[in-house]
């Protein structure tokens, strides 16, 4: 047979906005530009990548868009790019998931048609090179956002070809923060007699099964959020003569690359000192990104004197902003979009939480409500309830949850530590 | 803390108002109504927590006297003195804190001394008046509340009100349900807005797809109506050709057949028609000419025939002319002679009656011109007139005078005895005590009270300042010693120097860096010149060269061109002129030609002997036939003779007519020739002057319009590069130029650097020696220098401070020992025994309130007497003014009597009646002087009107005079007017027939002139007809035109014929003919249209779908193309994430604050229920000593929040609302007692101020108040006001060390 490459790609998210900002970078062009563009720049990468390594042909495991986006702009995107392939006589093989099902109205472009987009139903398409059929691809398309458990159970290898790939949007095994779309197990993915299994879902890269076959998820294209960090791509893979894979190469063609750091603000004395740690922070981000801009999330923890100086409301709006302007002028950029603090007092609670006085009292009955179990802290979400219970804004704030009520618990404890001991004191 | 001092610069009706002095402990201020007790007590306030803003509904106690409020107070905190300083102003009011070390500070300085007491609580609790005592709800806020409560906690009260106040703030300013403005509030808006956009444009792919199909169906219908349209526009040409083609077709047909018919004409001149045209109609102008000017001439003369007129007047035409001018005067002179009568006669009139008004024997002319108007003499009548009304007004005025006086001297009277009276009624007072010598000592006795009290205080505090000062010398760590930093004089100019040292050295550091940044400039705007200079000589290199060096030589160029195209421009009219003249030699020679050619009668050119031999010979045969009998052929002969001979002579006369129109011909072609040939002399002269030129420009010939053109193309290119390159070189100029000014500024800047270094350098050596001149370390820096000579000011300070307490301790043990020698002398002399020291006080308070009775007696008695002196006083001048009154009205009733003496004698002087009264007078004067004025005005007509009657009479003789002379009749004045018109006229009328017979002579002439000019160009121009007539063959003029119409016709219809051919060939190609002539065999042209107009509906109709369509098209695709270049949506994505981002994060942040205020409320509450008694406690104590155990205790119901029960003695428990308003009084005192005792624990004490808060007490509990208060100076300094002295007196007897200080409104 004749050798042959190709890459695995998923997830592109086409026009998904970054989402958890605390903030907008308006008055930094450049950096809300770029943001902005991230996910075409990456699928523009991914694009380039297949041109330059001459690859023959495209994998693309689910979520090209965000249906409930609707973009227009991310269809005539992915409809560019496959142009582009096309002329390049590369062929695509697209599997739709559960973000742009058959059914959602994302399709409305017309795609190249060296472009095989497969079905609601299993089916199978073979890819020749130079007359000779050398690979079969496996797939279907989610028919709707949500599918039943039969769907492409039947992904089996069949037909001559010596190589074989299944193409599918899934989830296999467990994955956090990841709804668990036509669970599969690596077993089910074994007996199918394939030789790989380019998946798509699980936004974090990871290899499942290294041969025989090969399963795994490049993950997606362009880290969106801050859990989305480190290098984000695709598969390169190549077979030889021998129809023999070598094991595949991971390229990461993100545009933007979300970071999320610590620093301690122990042994620092002043806001110029945390200042110059940051800055030092933000160097350290440009030069391990490999040069592209940075998103970074900044906590800072420890005990130290400036903890009473940070809770003092605008430091922390004043210091990110300091931050901000710094990581902006940097090239590549390192755009900090929060500084969370989490910082604690240097004042020994438990000694205090046994005082006969009015802070003793408050620490005690924040204890209290600690170990009071869920439904002893429902006076807490019921006070809650004017804003998180308030018809409007609820819609566009997340549930609470019981350890969202611990740590805001933790919080108020260190607020009520800093505000009511006195300074000498603490 | 303890206030020592209170200065009140300018407040309420203070005004640099001072109490110095305030001892430690209770002491009580009093003073009667407005002598600023309450004016005090809001000023401590107000220095400690600021002025109030000036919309709030307080007494804002401006001051009286203007200017601003204004204050400081003085505390001691421990040893430390520390002034607080505040001036009316925004937000409170900038306040000053200034410590003992001389630092200063502002609000958060007095925050920190003022520790946990807010505004709230010390207003509530610690400073109160009578009013907040009776109003329990101060103590409620919750700001108060809260920290009493939670000082009754241990904790500092100040942060828990705070920190609640603060995070209540910032959760509002994050979230309620009804602000509108709240942060999250408007996140939901932003983000509900850039959803809403968002999803606008989230119908974009739909739009799109729909957008697509209908493109895609577009096409398709466009595509089948295109291919319709044009197999339709294939069928619609041919038949168009058809329809296009018949004109021709059909006119070629027509013309054909005329052809046919028309008979041929082999020759015809060229535009003969024309030229027979010109030469007929010049001829009709000659001759209608000629005819017109022999009318005119002949209707001149009869005009002249009939003109006549009158010599004799004419003659005398300048006198008439006189006569005429002078009429106007004539007749005016007559008119005003009848006016001027009439108006004599009315003056007349009115002076009779004016006169008869005056009174009998007025009427005589001559007495009234007597009576004298002068204005001497009017003067005269107007004093006396007012003399005699003056007079009589003052008597009047002073008679009133009289009677008021009258009346103020029995008013006076009646006072006078009443205060004699009421002085008799005050007692003497008895002889005794010197009022001002008890009040100097009175005066003396805050004084004495507050040294006495505060000596021992004072040593003390001269000990702490000295172990301090030796402290801080030691801190200081310099070597000089204490006499010289005590010594150390012109800090001021010690810290000027330092300041002008350190603006010195900032000023030249920033100078050179400003150099060195100049500098740097300078070189690179060098490099740049450098560069710029470089690349403008390049592209100066790289230009291509223009072939001509410049301006001049493009100029000559220029002008070479310019008259090359001037002479060819004149060869080609010379040789235009030339062929025109040899076209006209053509046809003269042509007509030359006709007249000696064939066609000309022969017989005219035979000789006349031919004739004469024929005619002999006829005459010979005619002879021989009549011999032999042949009569027949004799007659005939005959007659052929005799014709022969007739027609001889008509060939000798026509002959001689053609000769001289020949000859006419040959002077033209002559004429004609020689023109020719001087045309073509200067046609080769220019033609040489062409060819020298284009020698001397180096042009090629021959010089045509397209060579001309070329040149002028290229001189114009040249032109253009010439420019380009002036250009590049004054860029290369001016880069160059650019260079040396940029390096001349490098040198400049450099020089600036070092200059700047050198500077720099000076200044530091400048400082160090100032710092070795003033004795300090040569290596301080600026900065540290301020920091020594601050140091050593402060330690200088000290040091005052030390000596003035010195002195001042001093001071205080002399006053004491000098004011206690001075009362025992008074009561020496007073006959009492002498006291100590400790009874000074109350010693001076009674002989103070002796003195006050005496002096209250002395004072009243004195009043009375001054009250009784001052009526006397007024009786008296009430008198006088009588006096003076009769007085004066016996010396005006005197003038008025002198003054109508005077008017008596006036009028009997001017002959008036007796007893005229002044006013009677006026009139009389008035009536006098109309009548003179009407005397002056009938003299003055009379004059006029004799000088008018001589006037007319001198024309009328004139006028006669003149109508004597021309034989007419004279005339009477009423008939001059009618008899110098008709002169003028007749006069008019024989010069205008004069002037017109002499035109008309001219004219004549002038005509007959003209008439004789015409005849020489009438002969010229009949020839000329002639020749033209013989060249076309035709006898006659319409012959002539006959023959060229049949000319012109056949030319146009042989030319039609081949015009229409070409046409269809051109349309149609070959064989168009035989196609055409199927073609309209089958159909009509007729048809043919009809089908056009068809085909050519259905096509537009076509077009209009189609264009539709296209238009159609084009906005879908742009509508497409907008589609997909729209990116905001990526945009709108971004921020609709940042701002939920933004809002969750607020959320939680609103969520932690309101969490924190839920813990802290819960906290509270379980705190208070189990500290709050101990407040409690601490009131009831107070409360029952107060009311002397009939209430024993204050109980607080739990779950009632604020609400109290007071239990009394047998246990009955009562709400406040159930006591007497005192009693109601007493418990809140004793609660704010408790809270008092609990808020000092542990926190810095401020001073008490009480304003007058025991009104309402009975004495026993008036006493038991006192004593609770001063138990309660123990802990903290009170100050107390009161306008009652028994309250005064109760604090002394409770406390007889008390210090009473006295309040004196200012």
Redesign the interface.
Known sequence: MRAFSFVHAADLHL??????????PDSHGHV?ET???ATFEAFGNLIRLCLDERVDFLLVAGDVYNAA?????A??AFRDGMRHLAEAGIRAYVAHGNHDPLDS??H???LPDTVHVFGKTESSAVFEKEGEPVARIHGASFPTRTVGKRFARKIQREGPEPFQIGLLHCTVGPHAGHEQYVPRTLDELRRAGLDYWALGHVHTRSELSERDPFVGYPGNLQGLHANETGPRGCFLVRVDEAGRMAPPEFVAVDAVRWSRRTLSIEGLPDIPALEQALGALLDEEARGSDGRPVVVRIELSGRGPLHGELLR?GTAAALLESTQRAGADLDPFVWPE?VEVRTRPEVDLDRRRSGD???G??LR??QE?RGAGAGGRE??RA??D???G?P??SR???D?TDDDLLE??D??ET??VD??V?AEEG | MRLVEIHVDGFGALRDRSITDLPPGLCVFHGANEAGKSTLLAFVRRILFGFPDRRSNVNHYDCVHGGKKKGRLVFLRGDERVVVERVEGARGGPVKVVFADGTQGGEVELSRLLGSTTRDVYQSVLAFSLDELQTFETLASNQVADALSVAAMGENPQRLGQVRAEWENELRELFTPRAHKAAVTEGLRRIEDLRDRVREMERDPEAYARLCEEIASLEDELRSLESERREKGGLLVEVRNLIHAWPDWHARALAAAELAELPRVPSFPPDGIGRLETLAGERRTLERTGAQLGERLHEVRRELAAVEWDGALLAEARAVRGLERGLSGFEEAQGQVRSLERELQDLERRLESLAREIGPGWADPERLRRFDLSSRSREAFRELQEAVREGRHRVEALQREREAAERARAEAVEIERQRAEAYQEIPEPPPGLDEREIQAHHSKQQHFAAALRDLPLRREELRRERDDLARFLQEVDLDWPEERIEGLTGTVTLREGVRRAQDRLARADEAVTRAELAERQARERLEEARVKALQAEGRLGEAPAPPVRDEDELRQRRDLVRRLRARHGAVLRLEAEVRAGEQRLADLEESLSVRGGPDSDAGTRLPGWVWGAAGVGLVAVAGWALQSGNAALAAALAVLAAGGAVGYGLVRRRTAQVAAAEQALRRRRDQVRAEREALQDRLGAARKELADLCEAGGIPVPVTDEVLETLEAELDAWAGQLRERRMLLRAADEARAEQAEAGRRLEAAEQTRAEAGRALEAARREWADWLGRNGFDPSLSPDMAVDVLRRLEAARERMRSIRSLEDRIERMEETLRADVAGLNALLARLGRPPVEPEWFVETVGNLLAEADRVKELVRQKQAARERAEEARRNRERAEEALGQADERLRDARQALERAEAAWAAWVREQGLPEGLSVDAAVDVLRRVEACQEILDRIEEGRAGLEQRKSRAAEFLRRANEVLAGLGRPPCDPGQVPGAVAALAQDLEHAQRAFQKAEGLKARIADLEGELRSLEGPLRANRSEIEGLLRKAGARDEDEFRRKAEVFRRRAELEREVRIREASLANLLGDGALEMLERAYRERSAEDYRQQEAALAQELETLGDRISELHQRLGAKRRELDQLEKKEEISALRLRLAAETGALQDRARQWARLRLALFVLEKAREKYEESHRPEVLREAETTFARLTSGRYVGIRSPLGEKGALRVVAADRSELTPGQLSRGTAEQLYLSIRFGFVRRFLRGTEPLPLVFDDILVNFDPDRARAACEAIRDLADEAQILFFTCHPETVDRFRIVCPQLEVRELVAS
């Open positions: 026009d998904a906005a970054f989402q958890g900002f605390a903030g907008l809300f943001l902005r563009r986006d609707r973009s227009l702009r269809q005539l109205r994302v409305s472009v017309r409301s929060r006085d009015f802070v009292e408050c009955l924040i409500y006076p807490l006070c809650l004017e804003l998180f308030h409007r804004a566009f704030l997340p609470l805001l618990l919080e108020v607020l009520c505000r009511l006195p």
